[in-house]
């Protein structure tokens, strides 16, 4: 069983940055593959991010070069920080994990948080 609770979403204007945060309980954190995932209101949940216990990390291209996964291992959280954040990018939020080696799975995920909201105005 892993509890994850999302923070730091909130409303910005256009190409601003926000930074969330996900604190996570778990036996053996540095063993679970951490990923964000969103959705907006219409639209299937999307993938994000994920990062591995080595903080190798991978994203989709929607994001790519303009967030970044992190995770502490020691603090058992894990990070999103947006920049030049866009009103596309306006969405629920939400921390997830899932069991893993090295490999950067982009689906499988097996417990999540409750989600944050986002919102970019333009």
């Known amino acids: 069983q892993v509890q994850l609770v999302e923070s730091g979403g909130g409303s910005v204007q256009a190409g601003a940055s926000l930074r969330l945060s996900c604190a996570a309980s778990?036996?053996?954190?540095?063993?679970?593959?951490m990923g964000w995932f969103r959705q907006a209101p219409g639209k299937e949940r999307e993938f994000v991010a994920a990062i591995n216990w080595s903080t190798r990390s991978t994203y989709a291209d929607s994001v790519e070069g303009r967030f970044t996964i992190s995770r502490d291992n020691v603090k058992n959280t894990v990070a999103l920080q947006m920049n030049s954040v866009k009103p596309e990018d306006t969405a629920v939020y939400y921390c997830a994990a899932r069991m893993g080696g090295s490999y950067l799975f982009r689906t499988g995920y097996n417990y999540w948080g409750q989600g944050t909201q986002v919102t970019v105005s333009s």
């Open positions: 778990a036996r053996s954190f540095s063993s679970y593959l």
